[in-house]
């Protein structure tokens, strides 16, 4: 699978890896990357991306001359990631199991042109959901086509599956209506409608699958496009899309397609998932669509890059430069709870006394809660005396309470200001020599 597509990026990375980076070299290049690629089904607006992310990342990058084809490759990988995570992800499982909740039956409306195989991915989708133990009712809309409800017929008795038909030339959008009557009154998960395969090009045909839509309302609208038909089905899941606005599509006989390009070009014009591959004839034919594998088929190993976790990853060979260290410098904690450890320099009071104003319970309070010794000379009374004035003016604290910087600012200014004691006599007796 996906040969052509696996060879053009081949190439272009040793090529790139041959040469010194410079612009016009890899302005060459990539042009005859672009033309690789539209050999092999990709479209010119998914080519446009490619090449313009790549040349973004190659020019004026750093690279060890032998790690640029390695660097292309990683390039490469991420820019098809990219364009693989850019739609949503839908999971018809769990859309079903979150309307059979409410009570309602989830309504899936394909639609595609002759020779597809729409009707086939149906009936597989059908063997699918019959699988996981849903309960389902199949609407032969397609009321054109010669043989297209003797065929669902077949399918539906091989698979033992309900089928709500009437005959041909009748109104569609009817059919469909009975078969969504029908799910409701007997209480059926899931009614999968056909339609009849048309051009893109074909405005009655086109309007005859917007009535359909309009009546029953689906939940989800699958386009059914054939791998081999390459930029053909491009273009159709770009019409289609106009006028059906379609959720998701099935690509079959995707085990021949040697190009590869249609699923990752639907993905981007349409801006919606490929949700199942087509890969065979028998019921079970039907995987579902991974990136991680389509990646693997194009590019062989993904050792080099974490598709899961970064689709976008940073070109880690230019600079290693652990710039990031700069951003986050942290010096400011210290500066949130200083301690009032300035009180214990504060001054003395002008008064012969170094306890004048202070009571005596005040002193032996503060002692007690500070575990204080008694002063043993006229400094340490001095002290003391107004580590007490201090407690007292700042409400008697408890050991551990302290005050905010600003009262702290002003308590240190007003007794920076008082004179220095007389050397008298004091009033425990502590005398100044």
């Not at 409400?395 to 905010?404: I, M």
């Amino acid at each position: 699978m996906f040969e052509k597509l696996r060879s053009a990026f081949s190439d272009a990375a040793k090529s790139l890896g041959e040469k010194e980076l410079n612009e016009k070299d890899i302005e060459s290049i990539l042009f005859e990357l672009e033309i690789s690629l539209l050999e092999s089904d990709v479209a010119g607006e998914v080519i446009d991306e490619i090449k313009s992310d790549l040349k973004e990342k190659l020019i004026g990058s750093k690279v060890n001359k032998h790690e640029v084809e390695k660097f292309v490759k990683v390039s490469l990988i991420s820019s098809i990631s990219a364009l693989f995570d850019a739609v949503e992800k839908v999971d018809l499982i769990e859309k079903i199991n979150e309307k059979k909740k409410q009570g309602q039956p989830f309504l899936v409306l394909f639609v595609g042109i002759n020779g597809t195989g729409k009707t086939t991915s149906l009936v597989k989708i059908a063997h699918l959901l019959q699988q996981a133990k849903f309960s389902i009712v199949i609407a032969a809309a397609d009321t054109f086509r010669a043989g297209a409800i003797e065929q669902l017929r077949e399918h539906t008795n091989r698979l033992n599956l309900k089928l709500v038909a009437q005959n041909y030339n009748s109104d569609p959008a009817a059919v469909a209506r009975d078969a969504v009557l029908y799910a409701k009154s007997h209480k059926t998960d899931c009614v999968l409608i056909d339609t009849a395969g048309r051009m893109q090009t074909n405005e009655n045909l086109m309007q005859q699958i917007a009535k359909i839509t309009k009546v029953v309302n689906p939940d989800m609208k699958i386009f059914v496009g054939d791998s081999l038909a390459g930029n053909d089905t491009v273009n159709q899941a770009r019409e289609f899309h106009k006028h059906v606005q379609f959720n998701a599509s099935i690509l079959t006989k995707s085990d021949a397609d040697a190009k590869g390009g249609a699923a990752l070009s639907i993905v981007k014009v349409t801006s919606t998932p490929i949700i199942y591959l087509g890969t065979g004839q028998e019921y079970p034919d039907l995987k579902p669509f991974s990136k991680e594998t389509f990646l693997k088929d194009v590019f062989g190993s993904l050792d080099d890059v974490d598709i899961k976790e970064s689709p976008k990853p940073e070109p880690q060979l230019e600079s290693p430069k652990p710039e990031p260290q700069l951003e986050s410098p942290k010096p400011e904690p210290q500066l949130e709870s200083p301690k009032p450890t300035v009180v214990e320099e504060l001054t003395t009071n002008s008064s012969d006394d170094p306890f004048e104003g202070i009571n005596d319970d005040d002193i032996a309070t503060y002692s007690d809660l500070y575990d204080i010794p008694p002063p043993e000379n006229d400094n340490d009374a001095i002290k003391l005396g107004n580590k007490i004035r201090k407690w007292i003016k700042d409400g008697r604290l408890e050991p551990g309470e302290s005050k905010t910087n600003e009262e702290i600012k002003d308590d240190v200014h007003k007794q920076d200001k008082e004179e220095e004691p007389k050397k008298k006599r004091g009033r425990f007796g502590f005398l100044k020599k």
